[in-house]
């Protein structure tokens, strides 16, 4: 018999600062109908904006996973979506009064205890889960991020963690199915190093943060003094170092002697579950953080559209960049230029589009009276809207350029015609560095894959006479 959606039996309400804003937030967690899925609500701005609970939606992730619609930003997501979906809720509503769930004590145990206050309340539809017909992997080498999902009757995450830290060191935490999260995870709490709280103070972050929603690891010798200046970039009376088992700063005892990797492990549930179903797999994580666990993510929900054969694009929305911007930021010109718009950017992807005519010069000489337009022009077309991704993060991107350097994994799936729009999708697979911009993408054509490639390409300064010379 298939199992059934639920959602709370009623609402449910909870207080707390923000970590990184500090600011006061009452958050409340409302029962939702079947197919709801995880949404929030910010019910302190005009129109009290929703914003899905969607990987694909996710615009940062800098100690924590934010996400943005319309304008409208929650901050740090990842805790009470792990509660919700490691109590297999699957439909809430969460409205917040502020920009930032509240850190609560560091854990998802706070939204637990309330979500089981209320209890739940079965539902009509029956609960979906996606389940794998292969093994997923994605690697960060550069961050030394691997993760991979294995096919697996249930939902089983392992997780290993290495900091190279003296007070950390190497850690592995697992969890055998989702109904351990309550007793083996929930009550996890974040974890930084003591080396990372004055650049944490100093960039205007952690400013609800404190040593009773944060484990505090030590991996040196500290001086009062050192204590004194942190505890003033914090706003804190005082710190006093208080050093026990692996280096850890409170004055509380770890819950756990792996605690930071149970906390990972709860990361990585909170981040997977903007995937926006329950899944079936095995998730083994190495050296997870949020931006692997979004990309990772990412990976899953795109098998699965591909898996189901269609990927949807809102190709009726004000684009990003018109015809006329595109061509401020590329050094193409007619019949050139091969894109035509770009949906959207977020901190590692792209989707642009190419709208293919009769009218294309290159229709004329290939294949004339069965025209198909050219996998290397496809190929092209994707790189320039990676060209696109990687000019929109510097400075004055008309005084650049971006060149190949490497392409590889090319597949054609199926033949592109006069009358089809291309959008291309990609993503980057290891962070710009040096220029150097590496990135997967594929092609789309009413939804269906018809090319894919990896190609590495660096941006390049071109002299301004050069630039100009070529505008006249």
Known sequence: MAEKQRTLKESVL????????????????????????????????????????????????????????????????????????????????????????????????????????????????????????????????????????????????????????????????????????????AKCRTFVFLRELEFLAKNNLIKGGNLDNAIVLVERAVSQDELDELARLLGREELKINVEGIGVLNSTKLQFENEPARHKLLDIIGDLALIGKPIKAHILGARPGHSGNVRFAKVIKDHFKQQRGIRHFDLTKEPLYNINDIEKMLPHRYPFLMVDKVMEITEDTIIGVKNITMNEPIFTGHFPGNPVFPGVLQIEAMAQVGGIFALSKIEDPHLYSTYFMKIDKVKFKTKVLPGDTIVFELFLISPIRRGLVEMGGKAYVNGNLVMEAEMLAQVVKDKAETYDKQLS
């Open 14 to 185: 909870l207080k707390g600062i923000g970590l990184h804003t500090g600011e006061l937030v009452n958050l409340e967690i409302c029962p939702a109908p079947e197919n709801h899925g995880y949404k929030f609500q910010r019910i302190d701005l005009d129109g009290q904006p929703t914003i899905n609970a969607d990987c694909d939606l996710v615009v940062a992730t800098d100690r924590g996973t934010t996400l943005e619609s319309k304008g409208a930003r929650v901050y740090t997501t990842e805790h009470v979506l792990a509660a919700l979906y490691g109590m297999q809720v699957d439909n809430a509503l969460i409205k917040i009064d502020g920009p930032e769930i509240p850190i609560m004590d560091g854990s998802s145990l706070p939204f637990v205890i309330a979500i089981e206050s209320v209890g739940y309340q079965d539902q009509d539809a029956d609960r979906e889960y996606l389940e794998l017909n292969e093994i997923l992997k994605f690697e960060d080498a550069e961050k030394g991020i691997e993760f991979l999902a294995i096919p697996d009757p249930g939902y089983r995450v392992t997780v290993m963690v290495d900091y190279k830290s003296p007070a950390l060191g190497t850690q592995h935490a697992g969890i055998y199915n989702i109904s351990e999260f309550k007793s083996e995870i």
